[in-house]
């Protein structure tokens, strides 16, 4: 890239004030870094404009220098995507308005910078629901959700970001402000645009406002915790009660012995669900919107039979919400205790629901023989196909050294995962960690045609340079902090 | 376009078999008229490849001789989007296999060609639906349900065509095949290429096969008729009805009384549900996955409430699924008697569910205005904001002179839409018929955007030209027969 013109930060100041052009390094510190610590970037600033307009001024002036900007929202990202390495981060913080709730649409119209959790509560307040919920759900802002299609323990009964997104307002590399607010359920007047710049990590567009879909609030809801001899009862339980419970089980989530196990020890006031141990468990979520249904008998009709078949060792059903909340908390432990154990390597795969058992057992016995004391943690959104197949190094293996077959332990999962024809992101996205791993499995088709499709919507490669796919002229990827092999 | 080097037609015969390459004008007759006689087409041939690699071989020899591909699959097109006007109709009937059903993953790979029953058919037999269903539906074929992401009447629940595929094998506009038939629930690898050719009408590449959702096979439903006094007390039933059923409402369609009316006057066999008339009528279905569920009960509780809070005047419930069955003929049968009363004067549109009673007072009683007279059919997929917004001609008036006035009422609707931040084609697409309206109403940015993915991906501009979005030379649109004022 050329050199920045001297006024450029002196330009962007005039028009945003300014205190939203930060250029000194304690006060640019938060944008650098990664929140895991994998990656620091740099910047030339971190620009702050608070409506769109300011946006699209900002990428115009951009533009013009050919200065990237890097989209940034809540900066939870788990790929390096919001990450700067050249250029301006474009801190969407800002933009934090609710513009619309509408319950009689069921649907709300937020702006890029909206805390998902402010927007959970706001469709609660209307007794409806937003169903996106992730870990993060606390910090991370909308707009990331959307430019990364985020997931969460939700999706195989809301789908993903993508599915609860209506209408979207993005500001484009030239600048441009397209207004595609629409809050239709059915609109088919030309291309999709919207899924385009849905999930493509900032890469294409700046995301600054969304029309998002609300649904009725469930009245109630029963969580249940079970045991399993193995994944493949797991996924025969799974396919039994999809089919008698059909859209009443909003969840299915799975975990190993081994993960129950280090929530057991670890996680503060952590409760032991079921007397035994077993070497797979569901928990799973029914939920309806009559508050007069029964889940828990229906609950238990469909999990007595699986006991009767012996598709199920053992279960436990929750008597209250705060039992419910109690079996959530085994899951949602996991991810904070993990790394507590030592060292983890991890992977965010998908296959076919109907093969998800198969990989599970094929991918741990091959990450078993090829350092035997490893620790498989595979647990995740079985329902979805979604496993986060995590590593935990062998007890006396020293961490530097186990995170040092980071790039051996990929090769072997993600080559399992391919032939599986899976995914080797289900839904954190490529940004920069996945980047050359996607070069490598994605149909050489599909690559030509996200290239095709950057140079036409960006043709001067100034949003979100290197991540997703890379052009000529983008950086080699930053190596994760001691983590690639 | 240069001519077309004569042994164009014979390349493709030597690969694909000379009966496979029709240019006698017999046997094109069927493949070059619309099927409601609005467009007669012109062709070189018609093609027909008997799979992917042969789509690949016509398309790659279309690229070098720069002659135009239009994609055509049941010609049950409602916008003359696979009518040709210049080069090769490129016919998929001959890809008509079923790949493969997986119940246990609740996919299916289907080809192109397949018909939409077909796919039903073997969807049911492993005791699953392939949701999507329309009028069309004995002849249509997938690959052209998914180019327009084809609506119907189970959208409510089940979400557009768009919604219900998982995978996509492409042929590009050079000829090569992007292999996407993934079977995942959760992929973010990269940019969604899938939902780029879904809706594209065959102008950025052609569809050959794709990967087909299923879900649980409803084990029990129940159909209710409803009258009530307005559009407006019908979407008072349609949010009760979502608080509380959530899911288990599959389908909320409207009819005003001249549609019951006029279906009762001529559809053989048609029984008239309620003993009075109402202003407005609402057919509802709900169902579930589980056999045992009361589903009469529970509507007759919703139904009643209703009934005593005054929001619907009276309703039926079926007790039979002879009775369900003949409730939906109600509803179905409209499209085929509209004709019979003379002249009519379409569109399909859609606004925000909630602005849906609105719409229907406003638009209804502007085309009145405009002629005194006229009949509004304004009926359809109410619970998605759909409504097909027809105009049936004065009694007494002569059918072209009302028909001259299409366009005039196309503005009067049209405008009313936008202006609701509506949408001019819900289901139906845009092809040649809405082209130009798309031009006039669609946001300028998004309209560029547009340009920009078909110069980037078809840039010799071979793929159905002309359709969806008009580029430096092409043709102006022909106008449908005796239709457009």
């Given at each position: 890239?050329?050199?920045?013109?001297?006024?450029?930060?002196?330009?962007?100041?005039?028009?945003?004030?300014?205190?939203?052009?930060?250029?000194?390094?304690?006060?640019?510190?938060?944008?650098?870094?990664?929140?895991?610590?994998?990656?620091?970037?740099?910047?030339?600033?971190?620009?702050?404009?608070?409506?769109?307009?300011?946006?699209?001024?900002?990428?115009?002036?951009?533009?013009?220098?050919?200065?990237?900007?890097?989209?940034?929202?809540?900066?939870?990202?788990?790929?390096?995507g919001?990450?700067?390495?050249?250029?301006?981060?474009?801190?969407?913080?800002?933009?934090?308005?609710?513009?619309?709730?509408?319950?009689?649409?069921?649907?709300?119209?937020?702006?890029?910078?909206?805390?998902?959790?402010?927007?959970?509560?706001?469709?609660?307040?209307?007794?409806?629901?937003?169903?996106?919920?992730?870990?993060?759900?606390?910090?991370?802002?909308?707009?990331?959700?959307?430019?990364?299609?985020?997931?969460?323990?939700?999706?195989?009964?809301?789908?993903?970001?993508?599915?609860?997104?209506?209408?979207?307002?993005?500001?484009?590399?030239?600048?441009?402000?397209?207004?595609?607010?629409?809050?239709?359920?059915?609109?088919?007047?030309?291309?999709?645009?919207?899924?385009?710049?849905?999930?493509s990590e900032?890469t294409?567009?700046?995301?600054?406002?969304?029309?998002?879909?609300?649904?009725?609030?469930?009245?109630?809801?029963?969580?249940?915790?079970?045991?399993?001899?193995?994944?493949?009862?797991?996924?025969?339980?799974?396919?039994?009660?999809?089919?008698?419970?059909?859209?009443?089980?909003?969840?299915?989530?799975?975990?190993?012995?081994?993960?129950?196990?280090?929530?057991?020890?670890?996680?503060?006031?952590?409760?032991?669900?079921?007397?035994?141990?077993?070497?797979?468990?569901?928990?799973?979520?029914?939920?309806?919107?009559?508050?007069?249904?029964?889940?828990?008998?229906?609950?238990?009709?469909?999990?007595?039979?699986?006991?009767?078949?012996?598709?199920?060792?053992?279960?436990?059903?929750?008597?209250?919400?705060?039992?419910?909340?109690?079996?959530?908390?085994?899951?949602?432990?996991?991810?904070?205790?993990?790394?507590?154990?030592?060292?983890?390597?991890?992977?965010?795969?998908?296959?076919?629901?109907?093969?998800?058992?198969?990989?599970?057992?094929?991918?741990?016995?091959?990450?078993?023989?090829?350092?035997?004391?490893?620790?498989?943690?595979?647990?995740?959104?079985?329902?979805?196909?979604?496993?986060?197949?995590?590593?935990?190094?062998?007890?006396?293996?020293?961490?530097?050294?186990?995170?040092?077959?980071?790039?051996?332990?990929?090769?072997?999962?993600?080559?399992?995962?391919?032939?599986?024809?899976?995914?080797?992101?289900?839904?954190?996205g490529i940004g920069?960690?996945?980047r050359?791993?996607l070069?490598?499995?994605?149909?050489?088709?599909?690559?030509?045609?996200m290239?095709?499709?950057?140079?036409?919507?960006?043709?001067?490669?100034?949003?979100n340079?290197?991540k997703v796919v890379?052009?000529?002229?983008?950086?080699?990827?930053?190596?994760?902090?001691?983590?690639?092999?």
């Amino acid at each position: 890239m050329p050199e920045t013109p001297s006024d450029f930060l002196g330009v962007l100041s005039a028009r945003l004030g300014e205190k939203h052009v930060i250029a000194d390094p304690a006060g640019m510190e938060s944008y650098l870094v990664e929140e895991r610590k994998l990656y620091r970037g740099n910047a030339l600033a971190v620009v702050r404009p608070g409506n769109t307009e300011e946006v699209a001024f900002v990428v115009q002036e951009c533009a013009k220098a050919k200065v990237a900007a890097v989209p940034q929202g809540g900066n939870t990202g788990l790929v390096g995507g919001g990450v700067p390495h050249t250029g301006i981060v474009l801190s969407l913080a800002r933009l934090d308005r609710i513009r619309e709730v509408n319950p009689f649409n069921a649907t709300m119209i937020v702006e890029a910078g909206c805390i998902l959790k402010t927007i959970q509560d706001a469709a609660e307040k209307v007794d409806c629901i937003f169903p996106l919920s992730l870990a993060s759900e606390g910090s991370c802002r909308i707009g990331g959700n959307i430019s990364t299609n985020a997931g969460g323990v939700n999706v195989l009964r809301y789908g993903n970001t993508r599915e609860l997104v209506l209408g979207l307002e993005v500001v484009l590399a030239d600048g441009r402000i397209w207004n595609g607010l629409k809050s239709l359920r059915k609109d088919n007047t030309g291309y999709d645009l919207k899924n385009l710049f849905i999930g493509s990590e900032g890469t294409l567009g700046i995301v600054t406002a969304a029309v998002l879909k609300l649904f009725p609030r469930p009245k109630t809801r029963v969580v249940a915790f079970i045991g399993c001899a193995s994944p493949h009862a797991a996924l025969d339980l799974f396919e039994g009660l999809r089919q008698t419970l059909g859209d009443a089980l909003t969840a299915f989530e799975f975990m190993p012995r081994f993960a129950l196990d280090i929530v057991l020890r670890h996680a503060p006031g952590a409760v032991r669900p079921l007397s035994g141990d077993h070497a797979a468990y569901a928990l799973i979520e029914v939920a309806s919107p009559d508050p007069e249904i029964d889940l828990r008998a229906l609950l238990e009709k469909a999990l007595g039979s699986a006991f009767e078949n012996g598709t199920i060792e053992d279960a436990t059903i929750a008597a209250s919400e705060a039992q419910n909340a109690a079996l959530w908390y085994l899951r949602e432990s996991l991810s904070d205790v993990q790394g507590l154990e030592g060292g983890s390597i991890k992977h965010d795969v998908s296959v076919p629901v109907s093969d998800v058992a198969d990989f599970i057992v094929t991918a741990s016995r091959a990450c078993e023989e090829a350092l035997p004391g490893i620790r498989v943690c595979a647990f995740g959104h079985f329902g979805d196909g979604n496993i986060h197949f995590n590593l935990t190094q062998p007890i006396d293996m020293e961490k530097p050294l186990f995170l040092a077959q980071w790039g051996r332990f990929n090769r072997i999962v993600h080559d399992i995962v391919h032939a599986m024809n899976g995914s080797i992101s289900a839904e954190h996205g490529i940004g920069l960690i996945k980047r050359d791993e996607l070069a490598r499995y994605k149909d050489p088709v599909a690559l030509d045609l996200m290239k095709t499709l950057k140079r036409a919507l960006d043709p001067q490669n100034i949003l979100n340079p290197g991540k997703v796919v890379a052009l000529e002229g983008d950086l080699p990827p930053a190596l994760p902090m001691g983590k690639k092999g």
